[in-house]
């Protein structure tokens, strides 16, 4: 009776859980759909298959799957370059990518990813997906991503302020993020509604009520907006810019799932994630979502820590949102088409601005300034090049970064007085990286004198380290036999 009754207790926590989740999921699924350049319904249909497929699968019991903003930037850059119908083979390559590293449990390596690189990675996401969505605030068309969009801000301040239609976008955009910053701080009303839906069902009120002469969602219809891949679409997997792309959702998705499985698992007190099975699990839900064509989907820090928060026990909460967002999308397709383009952009703006990690920025320059400058470069790179480059540029330069800290070498020297030989121990882990500062206190020691050098106190000497200091052992020898014979 009592195992009874607690069952009871977790199934109703569960479903109170569900229904914050679909409230928190709503926007910001139509928001990534919109922000992306692909119909509004398929950030549904990504947010559908990550609760009831993802949500089912074994690998993390409570964090919540969905179409997330860290993919928004790359998203809207294939659909640019290679158009929304290579979009779905694009995503089912990237999760039958995922399935495999599932299967050889790679899962557990991307803990081994530097924590800068990551962060850097989503700050440049974050400051790319501002940039990018100032324009949709004003009704206006970016004119392109990254550096474009940020160049061509200043035309963008003075068009707006000279067209009425456009300051009123802002304007509603503006009051979306105002009410995100703000609604939280209303403790009681932020437990009924959350904060994204409840920015954006002001926005929609005011401007239906006022009819005022903003942008709208488009509404296609969630049949009509499912456009599996063809064969065509399929046959361009083989060209390497898909392959990198493909690589690229991969990755990403890969990493931001996993690191935010472990920020969920340290905000409750159930069962661990599985990292492999996770991985596995979010390959099968891209798998899928490729197949209908729709988004790419992570796991989601927002919707997972708002499951645990709302006393979510099992998994049944986050298959129950999916099954709500199916309802929705089912009986309310028109609902969207009310919703302005506006205040999705001011949820997207604050979405990107919390990728942005400004609080871990200055300790981490006063304590770990390599991990700051990695963090900087990752950023920069992303917003300047593009997001697979940008990532791969951070991991470059936090792997040089490793190998010149772990490289500490020292020499001893012990320099007899008399006619002795000069005796230099190497202690350390010797490596090409610090062959320069070796050389200079080796060329500093007498000419005229023997030199002894002791390498067995080095835990690492690699071939180049090995072969120079061999090399100068072999001239300093020969520098002092011909002293010597001069001499004599």
Known sequence: MRQHFK???????DFTASIVVFLVAVPLCVGVAVASGVPAELGLVTGIVGGLLTGLLPGSSLQVSGPAAGLTVLVFEAVKEYGIGALGALVLA??????????????RWFRAISVAVVQGMLAGIGLVLIAGQLYALTDAKAPGSGLANLGSLPGLVTATAVSGPALTALA???????????????RRAARILPAPLAAVAL???????????????????????????????????????????????????????????????????????????????????????????????????????ANVQAGARTKVSRVLHGGWLLLFAAAFPAALGVVPVAALA????????????????????????GEAVVLLVTAIA?????????????????????????SHVHLEIDDPEGEGPVVVRALGNATFLRLPKLLDQLEALPRDRDVELDLSGLRHLDHACGAALTNWAEQHRRSRDRSAELVS
Not at 7 to 13: E, F, H, I, N, V
Not at 268 to 282: N, S, V
Request: contains cysteine.
């Open 7 to 13: 069952q009871l207790t977790a199934y109703r926590a």
């Open 346 to 369: 001011g949820v997207l703006v604050h979405a990107g601005w919390k990728l942005i990690p400004l609080r871990d920025l200055r300790p981490m320059w006063r304590e770990h300034r």
């Open 203 to 305: 926005a929609t009120t005011a401007v239906w009520a006022l009819d005022l002469p903003v942008a709208r969602v488009r509404v296609s219809g969630l049949l009509e907006a499912i456009q599996p891949p063809g064969l065509a679409d399929l046959g361009r997997l083989t060209e390497i810019g898909v392959i990198g792309t493909v690589l690229a959702f991969a990755l990403i998705a890969s990493a931001e799932s996993l690191f935010s499985a472990a920020a969920v698992d340290r905000l409750h007190d159930g069962p661990r994630t599985e990292y492999d099975r996770e991985l596995m699990a979010q390959g099968a839900g891209n798998a899928v979502c490729g197949l209908l064509g729709a988004l790419p989907m992570t796991a989601v820090i927002v919707r997972s820590a």
């Open 382 to 406: 992303i917003v300047t090049v593009n997001m697979f480059e940008g990532v791969l540029i951070g991991l470059l330069l936090a792997v040089a970064k490793t190998a010149w800290e772990t």
């Open 94 to 107: 990237a999760g039958a990518l995922q399935l495999a590293m599932g299967a050889l449990r790679l899962g």
């Open 172 to 186: 509603i955009g503006a009051t979306t993020i105002a009410v995100l910053v703000l609604w939280p701080r209303w």
